[in-house]
Nanobody
Framework: QVQLVESGGGLVQPGGSLRLSCAASGSIRSVYVMGWYRQAPGKQRELVASITEGGSTNYAISVKSRFTISRHNAKNTVYLQMNSLQFEDTAVYYC???????????????WGQGTQVTVSS
């Protein structure tokens, strides 16, 4: 069984910073792309940032230059450093990973349980 466990959300003032972490654990052979999505109340879930095994990154335009995604391949962990946070960044943030399990066959998408990020003065 594979699971993603997130940490690091919370309440922060505008202009502040937070760092999210997400660790994949379980029967894992390979972790391919990892990323972060977010969903604000009444809105669809959207991609925030993603990173490949090789370190290639992709960002939503709204967060580029403020957020930085990184990963530690040996720990199957992805991070999201969020700086200059704005009210519009308030959302539940979900970790996502494409993983090949150590047993069986095939590649599946996995999601974390979500962590709340609230930007408020």
């Amino acid at each position: 069984q594979v699971q993603l466990v997130e940490s690091g959300g919370g309440l922060v003032q505008p202009g502040g910073s937070l760092r999210l972490s997400c660790a994949a654990s379980g029967s894992i052979r390979s972790v391919y792309v990892m990323g972060w999505y977010r969903q604000a109340p009444g809105k669809q879930r959207e991609l925030v940032a993603s990173i490949t095994e090789g370190g290639s990154t992709n960002y939503a335009i709204s967060v580029k230059s403020r957020f930085t995604i990184s990963r530690h391949n040996a720990k199957n962990t992805v991070y999201l450093q969020m700086n200059s946070l704005q009210f519009e960044d308030t959302a539940v943030y979900y970790c996502h990973a494409v993983i090949r399990r150590a047993t069986g066959s095939g590649v599946d998408n996995y999601w974390g349980q979500g962590t709340q990020v609230t930007v408020s003065s």
